[in-house]
């Protein structure tokens, strides 16, 4: 069994940083790809970033490629989201995911 638990979340205003992070516990997941989706009012989930969890090479949605990094800390069992240049479009609860286990989501608000 594996748990997720995001945090840093927040608001933030346009042009901001956040970094969320996503705290893995349990076995077996380093053959797993981590991934981070978001969803915002009205619209469906979609996929923001992944990593492989082992190797390390990344993918990226176009609309947050240049401004987000994603990535993972073995040593802590964290993955983490950098999300900088931020727009209020990026306005949305974010979910961190491995294989098929979900977090529980953080708000993050670009607001002024």
């Known amino acids: 069994q594996v748990q997720l638990v995001e945090s840093g979340g927040g608001l933030v205003q346009p042009g901001g940083s956040l970094r969320l992070s996503c705290a893995v516990s349990?076995?077996?997941?380093?053959?797993?790809?981590m991934s981070w989706f978001r969803q915002a009012p009205g619209k469906e989930r979609e996929f923001v970033a992944a990593?492989?969890?082992?190797?390390?090479?990344?993918n990226y949605a176009d609309s947050v490629k240049g401004r987000f990094t994603i990535s993972r800390d073995n040593a802590k069992n964290t993955g983490y989201l950098q999300m900088n240049s931020l727009k209020p479009e990026d306005t949305a609860i974010y979910y961190c995911?491995?294989?098929?286990?979900w977090g529980q989501g953080t708000q993050v608000t670009v607001s002024s």
């Open positions: 990593i492989a969890w082992s190797a390390g090479s990344t």
């Open positions: 995911t491995l294989s098929q286990y």
């Open positions: 349990g076995s077996n997941f380093e053959n797993y790809v």
